[in-house]
């Protein structure tokens, strides 16, 4: 006896067993893919650090060109000579702190006053110089922005780098070109002994930010709110830093 394939219930049978093999390719999938996806996170986390301490492979003036994935573990190796992991008052060493979810710390502080977040902080060494990297996250005009910034001892820039999940082309996108990344080079929070941060503000008169005493680089146009977005992500992520940093002109750490 043939099967009736014009009833609803061989319809809905046949809908369900194509549901249940189809999610079991996917999940198997999925599954097989973790560790190259998880591989991934971890080499382009690699690559931004290395590209704020200005290791990369930028050849003109405005190109963002990272150390390949088949050579980035071994470079970052090479020039991240310690990471550790600031909470409380406590410095440790992990060679895992690369992989700290900065958001989710920023997230337990909020719901938790009495929590203390892991801060992060890359110490690498280039150029005869001893750089500090500082991972910062955001909030854009449409979604998340984040970064790394490395630092000298007095807290002066070295370099950055930026990126974000879906701020608009040609505006807030723009986070992540060199014209406006190489402005914040040589820019310092401090102010003397206080923090001032560095903003991205409109109409600062100095278009190629050849003042570096100011706490400001020039806005991108028509991108204000992923700017005001970038000033604060520095402002408040940066300034955790600031013990540990004093600590290091007085010999403490």
Known sequence: MGINTDKNSYTIIFAVIMVVVVGSILAGFANGLKPMIKANERYEKQQNILFAMGVNENAGPNDVAFIPTDRVEATFNEYITKQLVLQGGEITEDDQ???????????????????????????????????????????????????????????????????????????????????FMDDFTGEAFLTGEEFEGIAVAKGNNDPKNLDKSDNEVDALAGATITG?????????????????????????N
Do not use: C
């Open 97 to 179: 702190a690369y992989l700290i979810d900065i958001d989710k710390e920023k997230v337990m502080a909020q719901k938790d006053a009495s929590y203390n977040r892991k801060l992060p902080i890359f110490v690498g060494q280039k150029d005869g110089e001893e750089l500090y990297v500082i991972p910062v996250r955001g909030k854009g005009l449409w979604d998340a922005i984040w970064g790394y910034v490395a630092l000298d001892k007095s807290m002066t820039i070295i370099g950055v780098y930026f990126d974000h999940k879906g701020e608009t082309p040609g505006l807030g996108a723009e986070i992540k070109q060199r014209y």
């Open 228 to 252: 005001d977005g970038v000033t604060t992500m520095l402002r408040q992520d940066v300034k955790e830093y600031v013990p540990f940093f004093k600590n290091l002109s007085t010999g403490n």
